[in-house]
Nanobody, 124 residues
């Protein structure tokens, strides 16, 4: 069965760094675009970063451009999100997702494959 599992969340101070990982199984990873989304309490999920099947194309939300980097390792069926110069407004639940579309922003929870999320908290 399909499994998508995020890890690496936690508490970090403003200006600090954190790396999220998303390990997957049960589907042809290198056939899918991968993305990171985040959700604030009471809000809809929003796209943070996405990467196409071979890593040749990436897309970032304006709020994280220059601070976050998405990458993937198709040999390990894993996608990463490196977060630097973090801000309190980065505090959210972060989700990893796989989808057959490009770009992946706009993917809804009812489509593709989603993880359960990992909480990221940035203290001020």
């Amino acid at each position: 069965q399909v499994q998508v599992a995020e890890s690496g969340g936690g508490l970090v101070q403003t200006g600090g760094s954190m790396r999220l990982s998303c390990t997957t199984s049960g589907f042809a990873f290198d056939d899918y675009s991968m993305g990171w989304f985040r959700q604030y309490p009471g809000k809809e999920r929003e796209g943070v970063a996405c990467i196409n099947w071979n890593g040749g194309s990436t897309l970032y939300a304006d709020s994280v451009k220059g601070r976050f980097t998405i990458s993937r390792d198709n040999a390990k069926n894993t996608v990463y999100l490196e977060m630097n110069r973090m801000k309190p407004e980065d505090t959210a639940m972060y989700f990893c997702a796989a989808g057959a579309r490009w770009p992946l922003f706009g993917l809804t929870p009812g489509r593709g494959y989603w993880g359960q999320g990992t909480q990221v908290t940035v203290s001020s």
